[in-house]
């Protein structure tokens, strides 16, 4: 607002998903992190889970990025 003396504002309705899958997988990470210290070992697949979940967060995030106007002078 001081530097262009204009407010941007952002409907982050759309993104709504992504941020909950945030939570999701961190919850994952949490998870598998204390069965790592437990067991003293880590899965591949849940490696592999999380990546997935990783790429969908990504791709939705990035599908409404795209739907913002560019501020670009």
């Given at each position: 607002?001081?530097?262009?003396?204009?407010?941007?504002?952002?409907?982050?309705?759309?993104?709504a998903p992504a941020?909950?899958?945030?939570?999701?997988?961190?919850?994952?990470?949490?998870?598998?992190?204390?069965?790592?210290?437990?067991?003293?070992?880590?899965?591949?697949?849940?490696?592999?889970?999380?990546?997935?979940?990783?790429?969908?967060?990504?791709?939705?995030?990035?599908?409404?990025?795209?739907?913002?106007?560019?501020?670009?002078?």
């Amino acid at each position: 607002m001081a530097l262009d003396g204009q407010i941007i504002y952002y409907n982050l309705e759309k993104a709504a998903p992504a941020m909950n899958a945030w939570r999701i997988i961190g919850g994952n990470i949490n998870q598998i992190a204390k069965n790592a210290n437990e067991i003293n070992n880590i899965y591949a697949g849940d490696i592999e889970e999380l990546k997935k979940e990783y790429n969908e967060i990504c791709h939705t995030l990035n599908r409404f990025l795209s739907t913002l106007p560019s501020n670009a002078a």
